[in-house]
């Protein structure tokens, strides 16, 4: 079988009836079978950033890669096709599990997913697809699936051995397709909430099934007590039985409205519909509202919001998000290279959730970026993915008569649309500033001499620009953000530029004592001898996707498509192509993200 290594300037690729063997630029691979195609077939694929229009995601689904969209859509295959996704491990395994998600049909499912592990953080999601379309890796609960015959049947969740769902015979009248989630509850969320160190809940159960909306006979439903409650010792008149059904963000007490039978570690009660239930155990006697809370809670990521900037070059400025428990090993690995203030306190983001850095007080984003919005940097928060970025600042102030005290604020924006409708209405009430999470400052130090900013102890950075107007340029501001974003992999990178290994040497003998000044001189000094010549911009990205540094080749990728965006809508301004030049469905806020926390 023909195999095929494609490199970073191609996007497509044939395919035969004889079947090949096809790893992309991305790491993604595909294997077509002998005879998938009857004919020839070209497919182009595209790696796309992160956003909330191209990852749905249930009330408790986290995203762990990018996603991938394959052409031409639709098409079905004689045979299915292999694909092997790359993605990130999943902080938490237990009852959960990891499968492909992908658009079929207008909408979405998950595939049968296998996984392979290459290396301890190298792992693959392995799937048959019959078709090409989106496709991104997700960890959900484990859902139990099964067909519900006339006859009746039995479904237990192979998480939790205690729950179980009970078809009666005649239920239905035709088969149908049952599934059921359940999700684990942490015993110190609710005692927290209530301020009730003996409240407690089962797990959350989710059911769900094709067909009409009720059964034609009551179905059997089993949850096991809450932890530390048994049937012989419990008060009934603390259990509560809560129902929600969507698209209503409310939680109700059904108690009153079904028979609870109890044994000594199980309730069993009837129901003709499928949604959400959850079992309680509390002295409160109005629960509805305090459930909506303990949802929204088991939903929320407590992160950091961190600004740094570079010891050598203060322009440069690290904006990042981390979980809570992170936050100390990554400042001590960021500290030897970067200074700023603490983190900021506490903030909760829900999967999906974006939010903006805006700079303010005298300091702009010295940079055109496809993801800097009105000024504000975008992001969204995914909580198993790098939500970190390095941009360059500066100021319209004199630098020369003294330092610039500005800072840099936090705001939230868009929250996911599976977010209950209360989170947000909660979030209206605490007052005008409910958007701002957080600020800290950033300083830019005064200039001596006739230094100036961006620019390192012997070094001087000619103003250029690489690539052309078609295809994007790369302006001298990008190529700083790209040497930063390098550290010690710029030797990998300079030698698959095709600088010898003697003008290295050189480098670093000539900048021992400055890493910063080592990566850009050698950026600088290679971009200048490429400077009009063709497919300079397109050796740089290949570079970096062959030295790891796929997520820094992304970033450049999303800066070349917002240029050449913006040329074709010059041209169009000044009559010069026809209307339909500029292209369609891209998103100009996309947030250039690395893949991996």
Known sequence: MPRLLLTSDLDSFAVTPLGCSVTLACGVRLQFPVGATATPVTVRYRLWLPEPRLVPLGPHDSLLSGVLELQPHGVAFQKEVGLWLLFVPPRARRCREVVVRTLSDNSWSDLETHLEEEAPKRLWARCQVPHFSWFLVV??????????????????????????????????????????????????????????????????????????PSFLRPVTVQLPLPPGVTGLSLDRSHLHLLYRAPPAATWDDITAQVALELT????????????????????????????????????????????????????QVLLQCLPRNKVDSTLRRLLERYRGPEPSDTVEMFEGEKFFAAFER???????????????????FYSHLKNLKEVYVTTTLDRRAQAVRGQVSFYRGEVPEEVPEEAGAARQKRGADAPWM????????????????GQG???????????DAETGFLTQSNLLNVAGRLGPDWPAVALHLGLPYRELQR??????????????????????????????????????????RRDVAEEVRAVL???????????????????????????????????QA
């Open 561 to 595: 498509e917002l240029g050449r965006r913006k040329y074709q809508e010059g041209i169009q301004r000044t009559s010069l192509a026809p209307g339909d030049l500029g292209p369609s469905g891209s998103s100009a806020s996309q947030s250039a993200e690395p893949a």
């Open 457 to 467: 102890a012997g070094l001087s950075l000619a103003p250029l620009n690489l690539g």
């Open 362 to 380: 005298g300091i702009d984003v010295d940079a055109d970026r496809p993801d800097c919005v009105e000024g504000r940097v975008c992001f969204v």
């Open 139 to 212: 960890s959900r609960p484990v859902s139990d699936a099964c067909l519900v015959p006339p006859e009746g049947t039995l479904l237990c969740s192979s998480g939790h051995p205690g729950v179980k769902v009970t078809f009666p015979p005649g239920a239905t009248e035709e088969p149908r397709h049952v599934r059921m989630q359940v999700v684990r509850v942490g015993s110190r969320e609710l005692p927290a909430l209530l301020g009730e160190p003996e409240a407690a809940t089962s797990p959350l159960l989710y059911l769900s099934q094709s067909g009409p």
């Open 507 to 548: 480098i670093r003998h000539e900048f021992r004592d400055d890493l910063d000044g080592q990566i850009r001189h050698m950026l600088f000094s290679w971009a200048e001898r490429q400077a009009g010549q063709p497919g300079a911009v397109g050796l740089l990205v290949q570079a970096l996707e062959q030295s790891d």
């Open 438 to 453: 957080a600020t800290l400052p950033i300083k830019l130090p005064r200039l001596r001499g006739s230094e100036g900013p």
């Open 264 to 315: 000594h570690l199980y309730a069993r009660f009837q129901v003709t519909r499928f949604s959400w239930y959850w079992l309680w155990y509390t002295t409160k006697t109005c629960v509805g509202g305090l459930a909506r809370k303990a949802w929204e809670r088991l939903r929320l990521h407590r992160v950091n919001l961190i600004a740094l900037q570079r010891r050598r070059d203060p322009e």
